[in-house]
Each structure stands twice: as structure tokens, then as C-alpha cells.
């Protein structure tokens, strides 16, 4: 009988400590819900200046209809479509262009960047241009069409 009322006495204080355990983690749970709600804001209580802080809208190619585009001859280049003529450059290619171009870095400086040749550098950049030249011819009088 002895071992059994020490199981019983075992049973007792293991349900006692499962029990205090999940109060204290209700606890824990409630304080941590409470300061979440203090430190939350609801979007509708926000004010229209806090609204417009949440988010930025990129109007690039919002408007390309208008005169966002440019003439080169008869063609007409759009800031879309050269952003699709240089997603179709090889990777090594593309890097060329976009470090020469819009990071105004010098062929030295772009051949130590990728651990290649000045000359490599060179080849790639003017090698662009014809595959550019080709898409672009292409492509603009689709565009000019829409």
C-alpha cells in the first residue's frame, strides 16, 4: 500500500506543477498581449500624414504614355523598353554597362571589381551596344504601335 500512495503523492505534485506552470505561462502570455497592445496602432486611428510614412509608390513607369519617352531618329525609346533591352544582356554584360554607365566607374576600375582584363571590360561594354542597337530597332516600332 506504500507504493501506491506514493504514486498517488507523485501524481499529485506532478498535476500541482503542470498546473502552476501553465498559470504562469497565462500570465507571461497576458503581460506580453498587453504590451503589444500599447505599442500597436490600429491603421484606421492613424492620421493621414502617419498613413503616407507606411509606404512609398513608385511612379516610374506610371506615366509612360505621356512624354516620358525620348526620339532617337524615328525610333522611340522608353524607359520600359530599355530596362527589357538590358534584361536581355548576359550577366557579365549587363554589369559592364551598368558599371560604366550608372556607377561612372572606369574600365580599370570595373576589370579589378570582376578580376578580368581592361580590355575584357572594353569588349563587353561596346559588344552591349550592337546587341542593344539590334533590340531596340526591333522592339521600338512595336512599342510605337501601342
Given amino acids: 500500500m506504500n507504493n ?28 506580453e498581449s498587453k504590451r503589444r497592445q500599447q505599442r ?9 500624414h502617419e498613413e503616407r510614412q507606411l509606404f512609398t509608390v ?12 525620348f526620339r532617337v531618329g ?4 522608353t524607359a520600359k523598353l530599355l530596362a527589357e533591352a538590358l534584361r536581355t544582356l548576359p550577366d557579365e554584360k549587363r554589369k559592364a554597362v551598368l558599371l560604366y554607365y550608372f556607377v561612372n566607374k572606369s574600365d580599370v576600375e570595373i576589370a579589378e571589381e570582376l578580376g578580368i582584363p581592361r580590355s575584357t571590360v572594353q569588349y563587353r561594354r561596346t559588344s552591349s551596344f550592337e ?15 501601342w
Avoid: G, M
Wanted: aromatic share 14%; charged share 45%; glycine share 0%.
Fill in 58 to 69: 513608385d511612379k516610374y513607369f506610371a506615366n509612360e504614355e505621356k512624354d516620358d519617352a
Fill in 131 to 145: 546587341q542593344l542597337k539590334r533590340y531596340l530597332e526591333e522592339r521600338a516600332d512595336e512599342w510605337d504601335e
Fill in 4 to 31: 501506491e500512495r506514493f504514486e498517488w503523492q507523485t501524481r499529485c505534485e506532478f498535476n500541482a506543477y503542470c498546473k502552476h506552470t501553465l498559470r504562469n505561462e497565462l500570465i507571461n502570455a497576458s503581460k
Fill in 74 to 77: 524615328d525610333l522611340k525609346i
Fill in 40 to 48: 500597436e496602432v490600429i491603421f484606421s486611428d492613424l492620421a493621414p
